[in-house]
C-alpha cells in the first residue's frame, strides 16, 4: 500500500514538474515577446521621430517657396501699377493739351458753316407707270366696298330683327297692359294724382301770387291798386310756373343725357321691356307684396338701372 501511494506521489510530481516546464516555457516565450514587441516600438518612435523631423524641414522648405511667390506676384503688382500710374500721367497731360488747343481754336478761329445738301430719300422713275401699285389699289378698293356692303346688309338685318323682337314685345306687353285691370286702374290713380298735384302746385301759385300782391291794397289809387294787384300775381304765378318748367326740363335734359351716355343701347331696350313685361304679368302678386303703384314702381327700378348704369360706366372709365 506504502509502495503504491509513493508511485502516486511520484507520477504527481512529475506531472507537476512537467507543468511548471511548461509554465516556465510559456513564461520564456512571453519574455521574449515582450522584448521583441519593446524593440519594435524604439524602432517606430525613432522612425517617428525621424519623419517629423523631415516633415518639419519640408513644411519649412514649402512655406519659403510660398513666400517667394508672393513676393514675386507683389513686386509684378507694384510694377503694373507703376505702369499705370505713368499711363494715367500721359493721359492727363495730353488732355490738358487738348483742352488748351480747343480754347485757343475757341478764342481765335472764326465758325464757319458749310451747307450741307439732304439726300433725297426717294426719286420716282420718269419711266415708271406704277401699274403694280395701281393694281393692288384697285384691288384693296373692291374688297372695301365689298366688305362694307356685307358689314352694311349685317346691320340692316340686325337691326330689322331687333326692331321686329322689340315691335312684338312691345305690343304684346301692352295688350296684356290693356287686359290688365290692376295695371289700368294703377295707370289711371298714378295719372290722377299727377294732375291733383298740378292742380295743387297751381293753387299754391296762386295764392302766393295773391298774398304778394295784397301789398297793393294799401295804394289809395284804385285803378293803380288794381294794375299792380294783377302784375304782381302774374309775376309771382309766371316765376313760379316758369321755374318749376324750367326745373323739370333740365332734369329731363340731364335723365336723357345719362341715357345716352350710359344706357343707349340693346340692354336698356331689353330691361325696360323686360321690367315692364314682368310689373304687368305679375302686378297682382307685386300689389300684395308691396302695396305700391306699379308704374311707379316701374320708374324707380328704371332710376335704379340708371344708378348702375352709370356707376359701373365710372368704374370702367
Not at 507520477?11 to 514587441?37: A, H, N, P, S
Not at 488748351?100 to 458749310?114: F, G, M
Amino acid at each position: 500500500m506504502n509502495e503504491s501511494r509513493e508511485l502516486k506521489n511520484a507520477e504527481q510530481l512529475e506531472e507537476l514538474l512537467l507543468l511548471t516546464e511548461e509554465i516556465q516555457e510559456e513564461l520564456e516565450q512571453k519574455d521574449q515577446l515582450i522584448v521583441e514587441l519593446k524593440t519594435q516600438l524604439n524602432e517606430s518612435l525613432t522612425l517617428n521621430e525621424k519623419l517629423n523631423k523631415e516633415n518639419r524641414a519640408g513644411n519649412i522648405q514649402a512655406l519659403k517657396n510660398d513666400l517667394k511667390l508672393a513676393d514675386r506676384a507683389l513686386r509684378s503688382e507694384k510694377e503694373k501699377l507703376r505702369s499705370a500710374n505713368v499711363t494715367i500721367e500721359e493721359c492727363q497731360d495730353k488732355i490738358r493739351c487738348l483742352t488748351q488747343q480747343r480754347d485757343y481754336a475757341r478764342t481765335h478761329q472764326k465758325i464757319v458753316e458749310i451747307p450741307v445738301e439732304k439726300p433725297v430719300l426717294y426719286k420716282k422713275c420718269e419711266a415708271c407707270d406704277r401699274t403694280a401699285y395701281q393694281n393692288a389699289k384697285a384691288r384693296y378698293e373692291t374688297q372695301k366696298e365689298q366688305l362694307a356692303g356685307q358689314y352694311k346688309a349685317k346691320t340692316v338685318m340686325f337691326q330689322t330683327t331687333l326692331f321686329l323682337l322689340a315691335w312684338y314685345s312691345l305690343t304684346t306687353t301692352l295688350f296684356q297692359a290693356v287686359q290688365s285691370d290692376v295695371f289700368l286702374s294703377d295707370c289711371k290713380s298714378f295719372f290722377h294724382d299727377a294732375a291733383s298735384f298740378i292742380q295743387t302746385f297751381i293753387g299754391w301759385t296762386i295764392d302766393a301770387g295773391q298774398s304778394v300782391a295784397q301789398i297793393s291794397t294799401k295804394i289809395p289809387n284804385e285803378i293803380i291798386a288794381g294794375i299792380i294787384y294783377w302784375l304782381l300775381m302774374i309775376l309771382v304765378v309766371g316765376i313760379c310756373v316758369a321755374g318749376t318748367g324750367i326745373l323739370a326740363i333740365l332734369i329731363e335734359i340731364k335723365v336723357i343725357e345719362l341715357y345716352k351716355k350710359n344706357c343707349w343701347d340693346v340692354i336698356t331696350l331689353l330691361m325696360i321691356l323686360t321690367s315692364a313685361a314682368v310689373i304687368i304679368y305679375f302686378g297682382e302678386v307685386i300689389k300684395k307684396a308691396l302695396s305700391i303703384n306699379l308704374l311707379f314702381f316701374w320708374l324707380i327700378l328704371q332710376g335704379i338701372y340708371l344708378t348702375i348704369r352709370r356707376y359701373i360706366s365710372q368704374d370702367t372709365d
